[in-house]
């Protein structure tokens, strides 16, 4: 658990792989837009930090968070050079057991893409009890989970480039 106020995005660029020459792929839920384009700017701010070249970034928007399967599927499928995806989404508690199935089909898919495809989605969704916990987690006091989302997408990019040169 995080604690009350500590930034869990910070990091060091000299652990970073150099990323000038991947490619990368956000898709971004369009429900809870106040937090996805949160994420999705610390993402983006994160990869320009890190040397990934701008026209290397692909942004796609769907409508809710379980779409982000779907989307980040037809992206692996229409980007053959892309090296790694990240799906940006928030859900929220609310009064219904909706929240708990959007969360287990959006977890379980993404899990999916993993298993099936060599490249890697990253898992950006924030499943928050209430909206300020969101806020905190999407360039609040906690941080931004996208920008952890872009070094861990960098991070796997370079073990993918690194495990298909050792086949």
Same mark, same amino acid.
């Given at each position: 658990?995080?604690?009350?106020?500590?930034?869990?995005?910070?990091?060091?660029?000299?652990?970073?792989?150099?990323?000038?020459?991947?490619?990368?792929?956000?898709?971004v839920s369009e429900w809870n837009e106040e937090i996805t384009e949160g994420l999705f700017q610390?993402?983006? !701010? #994160?990869? %320009?930090?890190? &040397?990934? @070249?701008?026209?290397?970034?692909?942004?796609?928007?769907?409508?809710g968070s379980f779409e982000l399967v779907y989307g980040c599927k037809k992206m692996q499928e229409?980007?053959?050079?892309? !090296? #790694?995806? %990240?799906?940006? &989404?928030? @859900?929220?508690?609310?009064?219904?057991?909706?929240?708990?199935?959007?969360?287990?089909g959006v977890t379980q898919g993404i899990k999916d893409l993993n298993i099936a495809s060599d490249?890697?989605?990253?898992?950006?969704?924030?499943?928050?009890?209430?909206?300020?916990?969101?806020?905190?987690?999407?360039?609040?006091?906690?941080?931004?989970?996208?920008?952890?989302?872009?070094?861990?997408?960098?991070?796997?990019?370079?073990?993918?480039?690194?495990?298909?040169?050792?086949?």
């Amino acid at each position: 658990m995080a604690t009350e106020n500590k930034n869990l995005s910070q990091y060091d660029k000299t652990t970073i792989p150099n990323a000038k020459n991947f490619r990368f792929g956000i898709v971004v839920s369009e429900w809870n837009e106040e937090i996805t384009e949160g994420l999705f700017q610390g993402a983006f !701010d #994160a990869f %320009i930090d890190c &040397g990934v @070249v701008k026209e290397n970034i692909v942004r796609w928007n769907v409508p809710g968070s379980f779409e982000l399967v779907y989307g980040c599927k037809k992206m692996q499928e229409s980007f053959d050079m892309l !090296d #790694a995806v %990240i799906a940006i &989404g928030s @859900v929220i508690q609310g009064e219904t057991k909706h929240f708990d199935f959007v969360c287990d089909g959006v977890t379980q898919g993404i899990k999916d893409l993993n298993i099936a495809s060599d490249i890697p989605v990253i898992f950006c969704v924030l499943t928050d009890n209430t909206l300020q916990q969101s806020i905190d987690r999407s360039g609040g006091k906690h941080g931004n989970k996208g920008t952890e989302a872009a070094i861990a997408a960098i991070k796997m990019a370079q073990l993918r480039k690194d495990a298909t040169f050792y086949k």
